[in-house]
């Protein structure tokens, strides 16, 4: 089954959206793997945010994204990479439509609440990064036959 990895960012975290984040996968009816509230160090922020090194950004990304602590999660279900992105909505929570997380709660773009992995590739290097192999939970819901 697909896994993704999702991020609340510090953002998320200070203004105390980890449950209500946590709360619109659970209800979509996907299955929560593994989770952690940790600090991420300057060479994982690097390491995650690699394909935008070169943007003039970068450098508050990474600087933004060790300020304070996240809480990373894997979650799992049918097309998950995909629908949890929608889920998200836009980059820029001022073109994120109303409904998804980041049109429901961001304001800036530098500040946009959630990360999703983008790619199936995306979402095995990102899980590899933040998590080990068995912090990932392999249990069972019995209410998945009818999600
Ligand atoms: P992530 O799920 O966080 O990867 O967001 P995304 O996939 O929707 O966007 P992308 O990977 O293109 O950009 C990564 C992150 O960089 C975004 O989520 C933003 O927080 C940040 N970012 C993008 N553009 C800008 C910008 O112009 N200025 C700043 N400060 N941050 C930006
Ligand atoms: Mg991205």
Redesign the pocket.
Not at 109 to 112: E, P, R, S, T, W
Not at 114 to 118: F, R
């Given at each position: 089954m697909e896994q993704t990895f999702i991020?609340v960012?510090p953002d998320g975290v200070q203004r105390n959206l980890i449950g209500e984040i946590v709360q619109r996968f659970e209800k979509k009816g996907y299955t929560l793997k593994a989770a952690k509230l940790m600090d991420v160090s300057n060479a994982l922020a690097e390491e995650h945010?690699g394909?935008?090194k070169d943007?003039?950004?970068f450098g508050?990304?990474v600087g933004?994204i060790t300020s304070a602590p996240v809480f990373a999660m894997v979650w799992e279900g049918e097309n998950v990479i995909k629908t949890a992105?929608s889920m998200?909505g836009?980059?820029?929570p001022a073109e994120a439509q109303p409904g998804t997380i980041r049109g429901d709660y961001g304001v800036e773009?530098?500040?946009?609440v959630?990360?999703?992995?983008?790619s199936p590739e995306s979402a095995e290097r990102e899980i590899g990064l933040f998590f080990n192999e068995s912090d990932i939970l392999s249990y069972k819901k019995d209410i998945n036959s009818w999600v």
């Open positions: 991020m960012k945010y394909e935008h943007k003039p950004f508050e990304l933004f992105r998200m836009s980059t820029n773009v530098a500040k946009n959630i990360h999703g992995s983008d």
